[in-house]
């Protein structure tokens, strides 16, 4: 929460800072709901804040309440995510234009709830789909070694009944449009690597599916997958 003393220098007005805090939050909110939890760039953030003010310390102290806030009222972490290296190219190494958009700070929403009051309350049942075809994929991509080609995911994929080029599944729709939108919300890193044989495009994974709270309940339902199947073995020889 910022101080009278810390508005004053920036000269702006607490009424004023709270209304540019109050339409971050919504933004926030609005856009996580409409783009289903992609990433929200900082600079987007920015220039709701920047739009009638140019007070350089004003964006930092304004996102920075917004997160505070998000958390005390709603329940949720506004987490900040950041790439550290840019995808390859042809030639090996990025474009500035491409650093520039790859080193871009973005941030999603986490919610903070008790996964069984999240599961009751908050859980959209009817995106279930979408959740189990996402950790079937970053499940798929991890036993890979964290990173796969599109032709070998496909061909994992097909052997669970998602055909590649199925446009009107009965359930994902566009299938490849569902893999798309794992790159968009950061769960899966796409690039376009040059072999011996012309370009290939690989899947790596990305900073959502490395976090902690995905990356541990992925450890654990593999080792429970592989202690099943052991215990399947020895009671079958």
């Known amino acids: 929460m910022a101080t ?11 009424e004023e800072k709270d209304k540019l805090v109050a339409e971050v939050m919504r933004y926030m909110l609005f856009k996580t709901h409409q783009t289903s939890g992609c990433p929200v760039k900082r600079e987007e953030l920015t ?15 304004v996102i920075n309440e917004a997160k505070d806030r998000l958390s005390a009222t709603f329940g949720y972490e506004m987490r900040e995510l950041q790439r550290t290296r840019a995808p390859s190219t042809r030639a090996g ?15 999603i929403l986490v919610s903070q709830l008790d996964p069984e009051v999240y599961r ?11 959740s189990g ?7 798929l991509t991890h036993l890979a070694g964290g990173k796969i080609s599109e032709d070998d995911l496909w061909r994992e994929l ?18 490849k449009q569902a893999l798309e939108l794992l790159v968009q919300q950061r769960y899966l890193l ?16 990305a ?25 399947a073995e020895e009671n079958s020889s």
């Open 4 to 14: 009278s003393e810390e508005l004053a220098q920036i000269d702006i007005s607490k």
């Open 47 to 61: 220039g709701i804040i920047t739009k009638n003010y140019r007070q350089r310390a004003l964006p930092a102290l």
């Open 93 to 107: 190494r990025p474009t500035q234009s491409q650093q520039v958009s790859v080193e871009a700070k973005s941030y």
């Open 120 to 130: 009751k309350y908050v859980e959209d049942k009817e995106a279930a789909h979408l």
């Open 133 to 139: 075809f996402s950790f079937t994929v970053i499940t």
């Open 158 to 175: 097909k052997r669970l009944g998602l055909k590649e080029n199925d446009e009107n599944h009965s359930v994902f729709g566009n299938n």
């Open 190 to 205: 796409k690039e376009k690597l040059a072999g011996p044989e012309g370009h290939v495009v690989m899947y790596e994974l």
């Open 207 to 231: 900073e959502r599916a490395l976090d902690e709270t995905i990356s541990g309940k992925l450890k654990d339902y593999i080792s429970e997958i592989v202690g099943t199947s052991t215990v």
